[in-house]
């Protein structure tokens, strides 16, 4: 897991370009990383399924993007747009990811949020595909693909992790 916090700080020290949208409407914020050992951790055990297995139980969409690192088409999804108070959780495995009250209107068309739910359920790479170097975000649990993040978030982390509506489901508070 110190890799995660090894990659937030190399993020503030590459020159990321964000796929997710170059004209993202979030002020650059200087505030310090929040401090993510506060964060609580979750346990649970990986979960190893076959390609052949994913197929069976994802869309072609969400295979694509969980599987195949994809992107879905921006304004798409069902998950940028969603305000009500809950958990978003991974499509793929149901690990808990975000929640609600650190998501925010990044302008992309992705659910951006500042800072994941707990300290270990996300993990980060990085990401030299298409010329950019990025960090690619996935769920620690299945390893699926949910999207990249990037230093140009709002505060207090400062980061913006934009995600693809295909990769979560959403489970209002009280469901
Ligand atoms: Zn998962």
Redesign the pocket.
């Known amino acids: 897991m110190n890799a995660s916090i090894f990659n937030y700080l190399i993020g503030f020290l590459i020159i990321s370009f964000s796929a997710c949208d170059a004209t993202s409407q979030v002020a650059k914020s200087k505030a310090p990383l929040a401090n993510f050992a506060d964060l609580e951790t979750y346990t649970f055990e990986e979960?190893e399924k076959s390609a052949d297995e994913w197929k069976s139980e994802l869309s072609d969409l969400e295979f694509k993007v969980l599987r195949e690192q994809g992107t879905e088409r921006k304004f798409s999804g069902d998950l940028w747009d969603k305000k009500e108070e809950g958990v978003y959780t991974?499509r793929?495995?149901?690990?808990p990811l975000f929640d609600s009250s650190t998501k925010f209107e990044s302008g992309t068309g992705w659910p951006s949020f500042y800072i994941p739910k707990y300290a270990n359920t996300v993990d980060e790479e990085k990401d030299s595909k298409f010329g950019m170097v990025r960090t690619e975000v996935h769920?620690a649990?299945?390893?699926?693909h949910l999207g990249h993040v990037f230093d140009d978030g709002p505060a207090p982390t400062g980061l913006r992790y934009c995600m693809n509506s295909a990769s979560m489901d959403f489970k209002g508070k009280g469901e």
């Open positions: 979960v991974c793929g495995c149901a690990l769920c649990r299945c390893k699926g």
